[in-house]
């Protein structure tokens, strides 16, 4: 599946928050802090740009898949 190149950081929070278990905690300038307990204890920020950059998007994707040992595609499939 092909990374989408037009996702906003609102949308990503937005799944992350609805479909995998992630909370906003707070927000320290452009950057929305997410976390979560399950199943272990993480904790990442999101810029809440209009467009993400790939590069960015893509590290993201790759830090949730791997707490929660699922591929990206299942995380993209949320979005």
């Known amino acids: ?3 989408p190149r ?3 950081g609102r ?3 937005q799944a992350l928050c609805t479909d ?3 909370r ?3 927000q320290v300038g452009s950057h929305v802090i ?3 307990d399950d199943p272990a204890h993480h904790r990442i920020a999101i810029p809440d740009h209009k467009v993400l950059r790939i590069g960015t998007l893509n590290g993201i994707l790759r830090a949730v898949a791997n707490h ?3 591929s990206r595609e299942d995380i993209l499939r949320a979005v």
Request: charged residues 25%; hydrophobic residues 50%; aromatic residues 10%.
């Open 1 to 3: 599946m092909r990374i």
């Open 20 to 22: 995998w278990a992630y």
């Open 11 to 13: 949308d990503l929070i």
């Open 34 to 36: 997410l976390e979560t």
């Open 68 to 70: 929660k040992g699922v």
């Open 6 to 8: 037009d996702l906003s």
């Open 24 to 26: 906003n905690i707070h």
